[in-house]
């Protein structure tokens, strides 16, 4: 199946989770056609290893969905390409349900050389493009089963300077087939104003390189909520993140659990705003921009993928007729076959011509026979007329005509009779 094949040898983990993460209460249009269609989000997660990914998707679905990395892949046996993993988790709220799919991808960036490190995930993108293209062109259409990439987290490291060579490589790349979300991962390493000047940087460095990321748009210029949500999110774009330490429990002074990272000066809630923007990224994700992901995903991402393969697919079939004779050879051959055409249009030609001229002159030999005839008649008759008229001439200078007439008459009737 296109899951199948979509897989990769790394066992997928399934967990059914029921912890409050906020889809339930999707903007109620969205819900409704989410629930309908079934409803489902596939999201990659991009960065150097031990930048705090698998933390990260476990604190957004708020369970261990994704298992430590080690457990995947053993120090020994870290992957020498980038591998790309998929983790599926049906998470269930308020009797709403979402599968999401997670896309990992150890060992990006991890390499000396990290040359083409942005290609097996340029290829996980565009093979689910195809396979999407597939079922779409296929005769019998059954359910299209959708595994494209609604949303690729991409994780920068909290150096505090500016983007990395490799960073602004990979979103080049891929900012036009896929979703991107930047986030500065581990923000708690850093200070609230490094963070503020980070984003800053990270901003400015992705206009200068023409980046596109994911621009989460209102949907509705009525509803404030939504409107002061997209604000926040496009303020706050790269999302300063922070993954909770599983290992820890805390607990606020009124008793609340709290998700977080321990320190000797204090804590850092995950799930504060003003402690970073961990809620923003989840909200954006699975509540107020899960749909806007999907639908960018399909009508334009895809789109421009699937128009450029179409043009692909035409020219590749051009190629291959073009490939069995060179250029100089074929030119050749248009040359003699033109040639060959215009001599047979000219003796078509010429032998309608000639046609014309024969029908032409016989229609003339006809009209010269037929005017001889006449000119023969009309000449004998002249003759005749003109013997008479001598006759008669003659008749006159001989005598009285009537004598003439009578005695002319019995000759002539003496003669027959
Ligand atoms: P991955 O390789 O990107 O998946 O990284 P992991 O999630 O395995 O995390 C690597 C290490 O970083 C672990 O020891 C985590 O406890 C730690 N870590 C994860 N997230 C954070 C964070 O937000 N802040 C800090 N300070 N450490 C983190």
Redo the contacts with the bound molecule.
């Keep these: 199946t296109v899951q199948d094949s979509l897989s990769s040898p790394v066992p997928v983990v399934r967990k059914r989770i029921t912890g409050h993460v906020g889809f339930s209460n999707l903007p109620n249009q969205v819900r409704r056609k989410s629930i309908k269609d079934g409803f489902q989000l596939t999201a990659m997660v991009v ?10 998707i476990n604190t957004l679905f708020n369970l261990a969905i ?1 298992p ?2 080690e457990s995947l892949h053993p120090a020994a046996e870290r992957p020498k390409t980038v591998a790309i993993d998929n983790i599926h988790a049906d998470i269930e709220e308020n009797g709403v349900r979402l599968r999401l799919t997670v896309v ?1 991808t ?1 060992g990006f960036g991890d390499l000396v050389n990290n040359g083409s490190c942005w290609d097996p995930i340029l290829k996980t993108i565009e093979d689910r493009y195809e396979a999407y293209l597939t079922q779409e062109n296929s005769v019998k259409r059954k359910k299209i089963i959708d595994t494209r990439i609604h949303a690729c987290i991409y ?1 920068i490291q909290p150096s505090g300077h500016s983007l990395k060579q490799i960073d602004i490589e990979f979103m080049r790349r891929l900012h036009e087939k896929v979703n991107l979300i930047p986030v500065i ?5 850093m200070t609230e104003d490094e963070v503020a000047d980070f984003k800053e940087r990270i901003v400015s460095d992705l206009a200068f390189h023409g980046i596109r990321i994911f621009q989460a748009p209102i949907y509705d210029e009525e509803d404030e909520e939504n409107i002061a949500e997209t604000e926040a999110i496009a303020r706050a774009i790269p999302f300063a ?3 909770a ?1 599983p290992t820890k429990t805390f607990r606020a002074s009124n008793g609340r659990l709290i998700r977080g ?1 321990g320190y000797p000066w204090g804590i850092v809630d995950v799930d504060d705003p003003s402690h970073c923007d961990f809620i923003l990224l989840r909200r954006m994700l699975v509540h107020s921009h899960m749909e806007a992901l999907r639908e960018r995903t399909a009508d334009v991402l895809y789109e421009t993928w699937r128009t450029q393969r179409m043009l692909e697919l035409g020219v590749a079939q051009d190629h291959s007729v073009f490939d069995e004779v060179s250029p100089a050879d074929r030119l050749r051959e248009d040359r003699i076959m033109h040639e060959a055409k215009l001599a047979k249009m000219e003796a078509t030609m010429k032998e309608i011509f000639r046609e014309k001229v024969e029908l032409q002159e016989q229609k003339l030999k006809q009209s010269e026979v037929e005017l001889y005839a006449r000119h023969t008649e009309m000449k004998e008759a002249m003759t005749k007329q003109w013997n008479q008229l001598m006759e008669k001439k003659k008749q006159l200078e001989s005598g009285s005509s009537d004598v003439v007439s009578y005695s002319f008459y019995w000759v002539v009737h003496g003669l027959t009779v």
Aim: charged fraction near 30%; proline fraction near 8%.
């Design positions: 960065g150097e290893s031990g930048l705090g990914k698998s933390t990260l994704c430590p990395r990992d150890p994780f991962a581990k923000a708690d390493t993140v922070v993954g330490d990272r």
